[in-house]
């Protein structure tokens, strides 16, 4: 199965991109994954943050495939401990959907639109992050559950 992350804007910092991409490399190795970058919207000054969160959430259908299996990153998501994040991703990954996709929204969070197309939502903690750090905390999350299926001592209980 494949999994994908979808992340609303650029990430700037350059701490951040140096672990994202060594995460994103190290879940390489378990599951083919991919990492698609939905562009900042422009000229937004001027314009309300549900127009905003529309915007977005228009250019994250785009990416959505026929039998993806969409959650979104969420603080109203369901949450979990590292070792049942590995429980769920197991089921998961044991269903028949073609793509589990994960989705990180933008400052404002999700469309209407884009909620009605999820059919999960995960939330990383009670406490709010960037949406940039967000990606770094996920990405470590995901290769730790993948490490706890596979036995690896990275992760200690």
Do not use: C
Not at 29 to 34: G, Q, R, V, W
Not at 102 to 120: E, M
Request: proline share 3%; net charge positive; charged share 20%.
């Amino acid at each position: 199965m494949k999994i994908a992350l979808i992340a609303v804007g650029k990430t700037v910092a350059e701490y951040l991109k140096t672990g994202i991409d060594e995460y994103v490399g190290r879940i390489g190795h378990f599951a083919p994954f991919s990492m698609e970058i939905i562009p900042d919207l422009k000229n937004t000054r001027n314009v309300g943050f549900e127009t905003q969160k529309q915007q977005e959430g228009a250019l994250i259908l785009k990416q959505l495939q026929a039998g993806d299996y969409v959650v979104l990153l969420d603080d109203k998501g369901q949450q979990f401990t590292s070792p049942g994040m590995a429980k769920w991703l197991d089921t998961r990954m044991g269903a028949s959907d073609k793509r589990i996709v994960f989705i990180i929204g933008g400052p404002y969070g999700f469309s209407k639109d884009v909620y009605a197309a999820a059919n999960a939502k995960i939330s990383l903690s009670s406490m709010t992050f960037s949406h940039q750090m967000v990606r770094l905390i996920f990405l470590e999350q995901l290769y730790r559950a993948f490490t706890i299926l596979k036995g690896l001592p990275y992760h200690h209980e």
